[in-house]
């Protein structure tokens, strides 16, 4: 009897659609799998989710390796069974076994998630051979890493392949060429960093005897791959934190940096004790350099509780809120708020901007409903949790306190419907906290 051959998983822009029925078909076929879960709703999500199908394209040569995605709205099983409590997350799966995946962390480009998974399927730094191959390697890129070796299966060059593992976004090579060492003058084991920028090369020397330590190179590298800690060193002192070390925990609530805000470059003037945070999509080379000197230049506005209410904010159909007038606004006995929680220097928000300029014009007569928006990042808003920017939140009248959390799609009809609903039917409602600390 001849066997029915299996119809291939379904794709979406060359990425695996997974749930419950196919994952584990799917770790069978797959040498190495890349899961995408994802949440269809959340912004950050759909910024990811775009690189990766990007990703998923240049990997396609790459037969052991396969994309694919998991939306944890309706797949609360697989969920939960991964202990995915917050996404987008990224989990590498090996050879079939489904327990202990790898999280792949520190991406948010097509080409550095393709980058991370090349490093853990082949070599993570590149051999070099000769000097006519390292001098190619180093002109490469801005920033190159290259890891200098007398022997190439020791376990300090077994440390460094592993940290180039999980730095995708630099390119590191590796020798143990005698004639490499003369030509950079080096006589033990060196890592050195090249940055074509500056002209300049910093160097990481291995004590004789002494073995390579992960988090030491790692913080080697993250705090001199930009050329502000030379251009700005005499000004402004730099400082890494790990977000993921509990003990940081201080650090993060002084600064009020939550889950959502990472990564995050903030800055504190200490003779007058003001805080100032970077307002960028994205932590570069240009947008901190850009940081560093609108506040030089008194240009940077600082971080604080509540921006000054504009004379503006409640003349146009979207009312402005900030910290000083958000509770008295929102709390309202008599009409129902419909808040949006954005970054405005942020792409996700600036597009979903303009849909609600449009749903102000639309309900900006209504006696019951009233359309606003607040900077989340500008003001300090105790009493609402929010897990992530662009966030909308409906607050019904009356003295309780209570709030409806929006979790439909983001468009002008989605809206809408929301709220015609809201003034027909009672809805399921929660009470949040009063105070919240991000830690």
């Given at each position: 009897?001849?066997?029915?051959?299996?119809?291939k998983?379904?794709e979406?822009q060359s990425?695996?659609?997974?749930?419950?029925?196919?994952?584990?078909?799917?770790?069978?076929?797959?040498?190495?799998?890349?899961?995408?879960?994802?949440?269809?709703l959340?912004?950050?999500?759909?910024?990811?989710?775009?690189?990766?199908?990007?990703?998923?394209?240049q990997?396609?040569?790459?037969?052991?390796?396969?994309?694919?995605?998991?939306?944890?709205?309706?797949?609360?099983?697989?969920?939960?069974?991964?202990?995915?409590q917050?996404?987008p997350?990224?989990?590498?799966?090996?050879r079939?076994e489904?327990?202990?995946?790898?999280?792949?962390t520190?991406?948010s480009?097509?080409?550095?998630?393709?980058t991370w998974l090349?490093?853990?399927?082949?070599?993570?730094?590149?051999?070099?051979?000769?000097?006519?191959?390292?001098?190619?390697?180093?002109?490469?890129?801005?920033v190159?890493?290259?890891?200098?070796?007398?022997?190439?299966?020791?376990?300090?060059?077994k440390?460094?392949?592993?940290t180039a593992?999980?730095i995708?976004?630099?390119?590191?090579?590796?020798?143990?060429?005698?004639?490499?060492?003369?030509?950079?003058?080096?006589?033990?084991?060196?890592i050195i960093?090249?940055?074509?920028?500056?002209?300049?090369r910093?160097?990481?020397?291995?004590?004789?005897?002494?073995?390579?330590?992960?988090?030491?190179?790692?913080k080697?590298?993250k705090?001199?791959?930009?050329s502000?800690?030379?251009?700005?060193n005499?000004?402004?002192?730099?400082?890494?934190?790990?977000?993921?070390?509990?003990?940081?925990?201080?650090?993060?609530?002084?600064?009020?940096?939550?889950?959502?805000?990472v990564?995050?470059?903030c800055?504190?003037?200490?003779t007058?004790?003001?805080?100032?945070?970077?307002?960028?999509?994205?932590?570069?080379?240009?947008?901190v350099?850009?940081?560093?000197?609108?506040?030089?230049?008194?240009?940077?506005?600082?971080?604080?509780?509540?921006e000054?209410?504009?004379?503006?904010?409640n003349?146009?159909?979207?009312?402005?809120?900030?910290?000083?007038?958000?509770?008295?606004?929102?709390?309202n006995?008599?009409k129902?708020?419909?808040?949006l929680?954005?970054?405005?220097?942020?792409?996700?928000?600036?597009?979903i901007?303009?849909?609600?300029?449009q749903?102000?014009?639309?309900y900006?007569?209504?006696?019951?409903?009233?359309?606003a928006?607040?900077?989340?990042?500008?003001?300090?808003?105790?009493?609402?949790?929010?897990?992530?920017?662009?966030?909308?939140?409906?607050?019904?009248?009356?003295?309780?306190?209570k709030?409806?959390h929006?979790?439909?799609?983001?468009?002008?009809?989605?809206?809408?419907?929301?709220?015609d609903?809201?003034?027909?039917?009672?809805?399921r409602?929660?009470?949040?906290?009063?105070?919240?600390?991000f830690?």
């Amino acid at each position: 009897m001849q066997k029915v051959k299996k119809p291939k998983i379904k794709e979406d822009q060359s990425v695996l659609v997974l749930n419950k029925d196919n994952f584990d078909r799917a770790l069978k076929e797959s040498k190495f799998l890349l899961v995408n879960f994802y949440a269809p709703l959340s912004g950050a999500s759909l910024t990811l989710l775009t690189e990766f199908e990007k990703a998923a394209v240049q990997l396609k040569s790459e037969k052991q390796v396969k994309l694919s995605k998991v939306d944890v709205s309706t797949e609360k099983d697989l969920a939960k069974e991964f202990g995915i409590q917050d996404y987008p997350v990224l989990k590498l799966f090996i050879r079939g076994e489904r327990k202990n995946p790898l999280n792949c962390t520190g991406v948010s480009s097509a080409s550095s998630i393709a980058t991370w998974l090349r490093r853990r399927i082949g070599p993570s730094a590149t051999r070099l051979l000769n000097i006519t191959h390292i001098e190619t390697f180093i002109a490469s890129e801005d920033v190159v890493v290259v890891g200098f070796f007398k022997d190439l299966k020791g376990n300090s060059t077994k440390t460094f392949y592993e940290t180039a593992k999980d730095i995708p976004d630099l390119p590191f090579g590796v020798t143990n060429s005698t004639k490499h060492f003369v030509k950079y003058g080096i006589s033990t084991d060196t890592i050195i960093l090249f940055r074509k920028f500056e002209e300049e090369r910093l160097d990481f020397k291995i004590a004789n005897g002494s073995s390579l330590e992960k988090d030491d190179l790692t913080k080697f590298i993250k705090v001199n791959e930009l050329s502000l800690v030379t251009e700005y060193n005499q000004m402004i002192i730099f400082i890494l934190v790990d977000t993921d070390e509990s003990m940081n925990g201080r650090l993060r609530e002084f600064f009020q940096i939550r889950d959502m805000d990472v990564p995050a470059v903030c800055l504190i003037n200490t003779t007058e004790d003001v805080r100032y945070r970077m307002r960028a999509d994205q932590v570069t080379t240009e947008s901190v350099k850009k940081f560093c000197q609108d506040y030089l230049n008194g240009k940077e506005k600082p971080q604080q509780y509540s921006e000054d209410l504009p004379e503006d904010w409640n003349k146009n159909p979207v009312k402005v809120l900030v910290g000083s007038n958000f509770d008295e606004f929102v709390f309202n006995t008599s009409k129902s708020v419909f808040v949006l929680f954005c970054a405005p220097w942020s792409e996700r928000c600036k597009h979903i901007n303009s849909i609600w300029d449009q749903l102000g014009e639309k309900y900006k007569d209504s006696e019951n409903i009233v359309i606003a928006k607040v900077d989340i990042t500008a003001n300090d808003i105790d009493s609402v949790i929010i897990e992530e920017y662009p966030s909308v939140k409906y607050f019904p009248p009356g003295s309780d306190r209570k709030i409806v959390h929006y979790t439909s799609a983001q468009t002008l009809n989605a809206f809408s419907k929301f709220l015609d609903k809201q003034g027909k039917s009672k809805v399921r409602i929660s009470t949040m906290p009063a105070t919240v600390h991000f830690i």
